[in-house]
Nanobody, 120 residues
Framework: QGQFRESGGGSVQPGGSLRLSCAASGARLDLYDIAWFRQTPGQEHEGVAC????????FYEDVVKGRFIISRDKAKGTVDLQMNNLKPEDTAVYYCAAVHRCGSTPYTPWGQGTQVTVSS
């Protein structure tokens, strides 16, 4: 099991954009289904987006569909999440993790996460 690390979070106004990046030590992310999750206080981790290993099909939670794009940066070996038209309800700590299949829970430990704050 690799150690996942997330980066790219920050504070942005509604309608703004951020690009998150997911990397892992000791693992090739292109071999696995990788998902982005987010968590707000008192809530469970919510799956946001997922990219399938090998063939790179993508899936999105309805609330982010059309605004978020998950992709692989093959040169860097990362899985990125481009977030556009951000809304206050997108505020959360964002995590990435490997999943057996897009739509399932992760089988790797949660990393540190990266905070995304959307406010006026």
């Amino acid at each position: 099991q690799g150690q996942f690390r997330e980066s790219g979070g920050g504070s942005v106004q509604p309608g703004g954009s951020l690009r998150l990046s997911c990397a892992a030590s000791g693992a090739r992310l292109d071999l696995y289904d990788i998902a982005w999750f987010r968590q707000t206080p008192g809530q469970e981790h919510e799956g946001v987006a997922c990219i399938v290993g090998y063939k790179d099909d993508t899936f999105y939670e309805d609330v982010v569909k059309g605004r978020f794009i998950i992709s692989r940066d093959k040169a860097k070996g990362t899985v990125d999440l481009q977030m556009n038209n951000l809304k206050p309800e997108d505020t959360a700590v964002y995590y990435c993790a490997a999943v057996h299949r897009c739509g399932s829970t992760p089988y790797t430990p949660w990393g540190q996460g990266t905070q995304v704050t959307v406010s006026s």
